[in-house]
C-alpha cells in the first residue's frame, strides 16, 4: 500500500506561494534567501526524499513548472532520479505529458488518489501542487506532511493549510535541524498524544 507524503518548504508563518519568483506575488522568490549552509542541506534533504520515494504525485502546475525548468532533461543524480521515478500527474487538461514515466489522473481526484495508494507499493511524493494538497488534507487522504521551515516570515501569501474547511488534529512524528537554520517536521494525521 501506497503511502502520501506531502513534502513543501514553506516560511516560518506557513507561506508557501510563489517561493522561486515564478509568479506575480509581492515576495516571489523568497526561497533564494537561503544561502550557503541551509541551501546545501535543504537539496541535500530533498535528495534523499527522492531516492526514498516509489512515486511522485503533482497538480498540472507544478508538473509544467519543472518540465519548464529543464528537470525532464537536466543530468545528474537528482534529476536523473525524479526522471526514473513513475510520476502521476491530477489534470483535466494536461494531453501530452512531456516528462519520461508521466501518467495524468483525470478522474475524481479523491478516487484516482486511493486507487494510487492501492497500486504503489512505498512513499508518493507530492511536490507544490497548492491545489491538490488542499482536497488531500481536508479529505484525510495523506499519511505524512513533511514541512521544511525556512527562517523568515513573509507576513502575507498563500498558506499551505490556510484554507481547510475544518479542524485537523496532526501528531508531531519527527523533527530535526536542517542546515543552520531550517527546521524539518514531520506530521501524520491524528491526534496529538
Known amino acids: 500500500m501506497g503511502k502520501i507524503v506531502i513534502s513543501e518548504t514553506v516560511s516560518l508563518d506557513g507561506v508557501f506561494q510563489d517561493p522561486v519568483g515564478a509568479g506575480g506575488f509581492r515576495f516571489a522568490g523568497w526561497f533564494d534567501q537561503l544561502t550557503g549552509a541551509d541551501r546545501e542541506a535543504w537539496a541535500k534533504v ?4 527522492a531516492m526514498g ?23 545528474g543524480d537528482w534529476p536523473d532520479r525524479l526522471r526514473a521515478l513513475p510520476k502521476y500527474v491530477v489534470s483535466s487538461t494536461l494531453e501530452d505529458p512531456a516528462w519520461a514515466n508521466s501518467t495524468v489522473l483525470r478522474g475524481d481526484v479523491m478516487d484516482e488518489v486511493a486507487e494510487l495508494k492501492k497500486q504503489v507499493d512505498g512513499e508518493i511524493v507530492v511536490y507544490g501542487s497548492g491545489q491538490l494538497v488542499l482536497p488531500l488534507i481536508e479529505h ?9 521551515i525556512c527562517p523568515f516570515a513573509l507576513g502575507e501569501g498563500e498558506r499551505l493549510i490556510g484554507r481547510i474547511g475544518d479542524r485537523k488534529s496532526l501528531r508531531l512524528a519527527a523533527g530535526r535541524t536542517v542546515g543552520d537554520s531550517l527546521v524539518c517536521l514531520t506530521y501524520q494525521p491524528g491526534a496529538s498524544a
Open 140 to 148: 484525510d487522504l495523506f499519511d505524512e506532511l513533511r514541512l521544511m
Open 46 to 49: 530533498e535528495f534523499e526524499e
Open 53 to 75: 520515494a516509489e512515486a511522485l504525485l503533482m497538480g498540472r502546475r507544478t508538473y509544467e513548472w519543472l518540465v519548464a525548468r529543464g528537470w525532464a532533461s537536466r543530468s
